[in-house]
């Protein structure tokens, strides 16, 4: 027997992350539906009642477009209720409890009696049909010709379609009854990725006996008020569904700032980056030797694995993420001085091209770092995003801003750009303050306002200071944070404009255009 070397800790958390979107596909699916199977159950064959996991693991795998998974159980869709070979890579129809075992008895004696080939059969058996006795008898005929071929995994997951199976989570009981028919019996926590692969690696080396792993599971695993409930059969999640999905994408707790506080928002960055990497496990972070100076660090602080140091060297920096990014695999945030990513604009282009979902950002930006000198200065960052197809471009005016930002960013599908700066500024919203792709804010409103004063990042700030100077004169003026530049909330802008009479003025810390 070949010895077990313990997993990488990346390949687990992969693992993981393919799980957790397998189950999401299954929610959404079940979802668009309107009819359940078992939306929190794990990959299935012979069950062909949780086929929802089963075509999710099949369309992540590129067997068929995801966007296909919303077909589920629709006249015309091939995905049917409980998968049959309508599907050309499905060699047996399931869905009748109690059968599948005997197929994969069937399948696993060809290959070692017949076929003299050396490949393994794998069946996922639930414990509610595990009550009936054609499961027992599968299990005598494979002990009797000792297919060490076969793997057995049976889901201990205690719930039946109306009530609590027979023997509940009685792992023992299911043990000696396995071992009492022959089979090598590994009782396992059906939802530790290592305790799994070790099982099925014992399994892949036993001789003599087909092995059965047994695994305790819970229905709706991690899903508040879902959770090891039962009357959950075949039932879709409904409005609970972005109740369910939502924590995935969002910080794991809300900003938490005084009002008036200085912070500056590239601190907020690594604030926030922590927050919605503790909910989401694809999230990652790379950077260009500027993990100090962006904050960044706070992510690899909080776990290294998930940190990619890149070095100075820009152009790999941006062409590592598009790679890492390949089929939402993770979720890339790319951090460095503004400046500095210029000198990748064409790996950033054509990363846009490809349609990839990478969220760069640029810190140290503008006039308000000039000590530094103009080789530090990012005065051409916007610009340059903004040519970038179907990007998104944030400038957050604050912390509070900037760690929602970030949560937009890692749920918006296209390249986006945050703009951060280095010197701390005042918190000017309230920790509950909504934020929109899109979507300007009104900082400051009066109804004798003459003028608009429109701003973002550090010249925000600035555009609020002249507003309290112009209001001792007697001068009403209105503050605009845009909060996105692109797109631009032109409503808000255009209407507030028109408010004041047309008077507006726009304070930039950025390049219009080099004149020499």
């Known amino acids: 027997m070949t010895n077990y070397h313990k997993l990488e800790a990346k390949v687990v958390q992969e693992l993981k992350d393919i799980a957790n979107k397998i189950r999401i596909h299954s929610i959404t699916s079940t ?63 399931t869905g009748s409890l109690g059968q599948g075992l005997a197929i994969a008895g069937g399948m696993a004696y060809v ?35 000792k297919l060490d071929n076969l793997c057995m995994i049976f889901d201990i997951n205690r719930l039946g379609q109306s009530e609590e ?77 972005d109740r369910l999905i939502s924590p995935i994408s969002k910080l794991s707790s809300p900003p938490s700032y005084k009002l008036g506080e200085s912070i500056a928002t590239r601190q907020a960055y690594g604030t926030g980056l922590v927050k919605i990497a503790q909910s989401n496990p694809r999230v990652i972070a790379l950077d260009g030797d500027m993990k100090n100076s962006t904050f960044s660090e706070k992510l690899k602080k909080f776990d290294e694995s998930r940190y990619i140091e890149c070095f100075i060297a820009e152009q790999s920096l941006v062409g590592t993420a598009i790679g890492a990014a390949c089929r939402d695999r993770t979720v890339p945030f790319v951090s460095t001085f503004a400046c500095f990513l210029t000198r990748a604009f ?50 957050p005016g604050d912390a509070v801003a900037t760690e929602r930002a970030v949560e937009l960013a890692a749920n918006t599908k296209c390249v986006t750009f945050t703009r951060i700066n280095r010197p701390a500024t005042a918190v000017i919203y309230p920790n509950n303050q909504t934020f929109s792709v899109g979507k300007a804010i009104v900082v400051k409103k009066s109804d004798k306002d003459q003028v608009v004063l429109i701003g973002g990042g550090v010249t925000l700030h600035e555009a609020i200071s002249a507003a309290n100077d112009l209001a001792k004169l007697g001068i009403g003026a209105r503050v605009i944070d845009p909060f996105t530049v692109k797109p631009l909330d032109k409503e808000t802008i255009v209407e507030n404009i028109k408010a004041v009479g047309g008077r507006a003025v726009v304070v930039e810390d950025h390049y219009r255009r080099w004149s020499g």
């Open 31 to 93: 979802q668009a539906a309107k009819s359940g199977t078992h939306p929190a159950i794990g990959l299935s064959f012979p069950k062909g009642h949780a086929c929802p996991a089963l075509y999710a693991a099949w369309a992540e795998a590129g067997l068929f477009p995801v966007a296909d998974l919303q077909n589920l159980r629709k006249v015309d869709s091939d995905l049917e209720g409980h998968p049959t070979p309508r599907l050309n890579f499905i060699d047996v129809g």
């Open 111 to 145: 290959g070692k009696n017949y076929d003299k080939a050396n490949y393994r059969v794998y069946c996922l058996v639930g414990d509610g049909e595990s009550a009936e006795g054609s499961i027992w008898e599968s299990v005598h005929f494979a002990s009797h010709y």
């Open 165 to 241: 199976t027979s023997l509940g989570h009685d792992l023992e009981n299911y043990r000696r009854r396995l071992e009492a028919f022959g089979a090598q019996t590994i009782v396992v926590d059906g939802h530790d990725i290592e305790e799994l692969v070790k099982a099925l690696h014992t399994a892949a080396n036993t001789t003599g006996k087909p092995t059965a792993i047994v695994a305790k599971t819970l229905k709706g695993k991690n899903f508040p008020k879902i959770e090891n409930m039962d009357n959950w059969h075949g039932k879709p999640l409904g409005d609970q569904s």
């Open 346 to 395: 064409d790996q950033i282009r054509m990363g846009a091209i490809s349609q990839t979902n990478v969220n760069f950002i640029g810190s140290h930006c503008g006039v308000s770092i000039g000590e530094d000198g103009p080789s530090q200065m990012g005065l051409e960052d916007i610009a340059m995003f903004r040519t970038i197809p179907g990007s998104t471009i944030f400038y």
